[in-house]
């Protein structure tokens, strides 16, 4: 019949001459579909960020994107912006302006602190900040998902359920042979890998964490590369860092800062041969470390 849909396949002109097919055509569509590769998921995104300090522009028009379950590390020189980037991030201070955005649809801008770290964003400052006269089992005890008083952390019955994730955890970070120590009696670098541990049993899904190799011995040093390594994928971890050694170890993408915006990004390779790194950063800690 003309200018009927039938079955609602085939539409005909007036004159009775086919303009379409729609199942014919939709099969192609479908394939291609299927042949498409999924788009990576951001979980974390910075766009058009700004932020000022007494007429100091600590963060100028910054836009950052990091994927599910990516390690990536964010490198550059003093005062380029990357501890301000973190504050922006956990709600430490707010932009100026710009969209700070968390998974899908989440708007950090809106949110602060406490509710930015329940959403599963976690943040190791550089300074190890531990329990020191708790030990280190209690250490992580006290950080377990969840909310809980340390009188009730520490006087409550111990459920078989948490001791295994805190076994775990202390596995995880290299610490099981010291979970009876007092955190006061580890070493720098066991500090270090009990706060990230503590960060651990809060199941973060997004893990910020600020020069970790600082005041590590190399041994320390690889053994932390050898565990953030382990630990992307199933978290999300964004490392800022001076040591390019242990950025070479652990790195698959690298971020520079400069001036509070982004100046190159790319693998270690790419970063250290770009002119511009070499000028502004690279160049310039060789000539400090002379």
Excluded: C
Excluded at 223 to 252: C, K, N, P, Y
């Amino acid at each position: 019949m003309k200018g009927v849909l039938q079955d609602g396949l085939l539409f005909k002109r007036m004159d009775g001459s086919v303009l379409s097919n729609l199942f014919t055509r939709a099969k192609p569509a479908a394939a291609e579909h299927r042949s498409m590769k999924p788009t990576p998921e951001f979980i974390l995104m910075l766009e058009g960020v700004n932020k000022t300090f007494d007429g100091f522009k600590a963060i100028s028009d910054l836009n950052f994107y990091m994927d599910v379950g990516e390690l990536r590390v964010v490198i550059g020189p003093n005062g380029a912006g990357k501890s301000t980037m973190l504050d922006l991030i956990t709600g430490r201070t707010r932009p100026d302006s710009g969209k700070i955005e968390f998974g899908r649809d989440t708007d950090l801008t809106r949110l602060n602190e406490y509710q930015i770290n329940r959403l599963g964003i976690g943040r190791k400052f550089q300074t190890p900040s531990v329990y020191t006269d708790h030990t280190v089992f209690e250490n992580i005890w006290l950080s377990l998902e969840g909310s809980r008083s340390v009188w009730s952390s520490l006087f409550a019955p111990l459920r078989s359920a948490d001791r295994d994730r805190i076994q775990h955890v202390l596995e995880t970070v290299h610490l099981a042979e010291k979970a009876s120590w007092k955190a006061g009696a580890l070493s720098h670098g066991q500090k270090q890998w009990l706060e990230i541990g503590m960060l651990l049993a809060q199941n973060p899904k997004l893990l910020l964490v600020d020069e970790p190799a600082a005041g590590m011995t190399d041994e320390e040093t690889a053994r932390t590369g050898e565990l953030l390594m382990r630990l992307a994928g199933e978290h999300s971890i964004l490392v800022i860092e001076h040591d390019m050694t242990f950025v070479r170890q652990i790195a698959r993408k690298v971020t520079v800062l400069h001036q509070g915006t982004v100046l190159r990004e790319g693998s270690v390779e790419e970063v250290q041969n770009d002119p511009r790194v070499i000028e502004v950063y690279l160049g310039r800690k060789k000539k400090g470390d002379a």
